[in-house]
Nanobody, 118 residues
Framework: QVQLVESGGGLVQPGGSLRLSCVAS????????MAWYRQAPGKQRELVAG???????NYAESVKGRFTISRDNAKNTVYLQMNSLKPEDTAVYYC????????????WGQGTQVTVSS
C-alpha cells in the first residue's frame, strides 16, 4: 500500500491561487498514475485531474485552463496548481495513487481542505 500525504490547502479569495502537494511512499512512484479528486459537502467525490506514469494528463471540464497537474518522480510528489479559484472549487482534495483513466486507484491520502471565499 502506498502512503500519501497531502499539503497546501487553505483559505483563499476568489481569483486566487493555491498549490497542493502529495508525497508518496515507496520505490515505485514513477510507475503509478496519480490523480487529485475532490469532495464538496453533500456531493460525491469527483476526479479533478489525473496524470499517467508517462505524463499524459486528464482534467475535469470544470477546471480545464485553470488547474495544472504535474509530477516530480525524483521527489515522489504530485502537484496540483490551482489558479483563478472559484467558490465552487471549495472541497476536500484527495490524492490518489495507482489511478488510471478508467478508474481510481486503491490508495488515498487523508485529504486537504480548500476553501475559496471572500
Amino acid at each position: 500500500q502506498v502512503q500519501l500525504v497531502e499539503s497546501g490547502g487553505g483559505l483563499v479569495q476568489p481569483g486566487g491561487s493555491l498549490r497542493l502537494s502529495c508525497v508518496a511512499s515507496g520505490r515505485f512512484f514513477r510507475f503509478y498514475g496519480m490523480a487529485w479528486y475532490r469532495q464538496a459537502p453533500g456531493k460525491q467525490r469527483e476526479l479533478v485531474a489525473g496524470i499517467s506514469a508517462g505524463g499524459s494528463t486528464n482534467y475535469a471540464e470544470s477546471v480545464k485552463g485553470r488547474f495544472t497537474i504535474s509530477r516530480d518522480n525524483a521527489k515522489n510528489t504530485v502537484y496540483l496548481q490551482m489558479n483563478s479559484l472559484k467558490p465552487e472549487d471549495t472541497a476536500v482534495y484527495y490524492c490518489n495513487a495507482k489511478w488510471t483513466p478508467i478508474q481510481s486507484g486503491s490508495d488515498w491520502g487523508q485529504g486537504t481542505q480548500v476553501t475559496v471565499s471572500s
